[in-house]
């Protein structure tokens, strides 16, 4: 029973070969990719600028040596959502398109950012440099 929360946590895996093409498609735009392996792995936005397109990403592997390596793949959505990946190389990709759901985000970063801070502003009656400086308390 202990495990089970840590599984649900784990991220996804996304198979990634040097000859096919794998294919995910968000929930909404992407802001901004960042893949952990620049020099194997590469992905590519669509040129398209249809509302799909910016929905979507193509990512392949370029096999430098006999070694295959696995890497980490985050991207952030418009709508403030990070999703998490783990990219692994194999010879033949069971799934080529993957299609997330706005549930995967392991975070909505617009959510967590969004408090706002209430604090009191007072007047600085003493102030050295101006008489006008406003200080929070």
Do not use: C
């Not at 840590?6 to 992407?30: G, H, N, R």
């Not at 979507?56 to 592997?61: C, M």
């Not at 997330?100 to 392991?106: G, H, L």
């Amino acid at each position: 029973m202990l495990i089970v929360p840590f599984l649900t946590m784990a991220q996804k895996e996304i198979d990634v070969s040097e000859d096919y093409t794998t294919i995910i498609v968000f929930p909404s735009e992407i802001e901004e990719p960042i893949l952990g392996n620049q020099q194997e792995y590469l992905i590519k936005e669509s040129s398209n600028n249809s509302t799909l397109g910016k929905r979507t990403l193509r990512i392949g592997y370029i096999k430098l040596d006999n070694v295959e390596k696995n890497t980490n793949l985050t991207v952030f959505t418009k709508d403030g959502n990070s999703f998490e990946f783990l990219l692994k190389y194999v010879k033949t990709p069971k799934i080529l398109n993957h299609y997330v759901k706005a549930s995967e985000s392991r975070q909505n970063l617009n959510a967590s950012t969004s408090q706002t801070i209430d604090n009191p502003i007072a007047k600085n009656p003493s102030s050295y440099y101006s008489d006008n400086v406003e200080t929070i308390e």
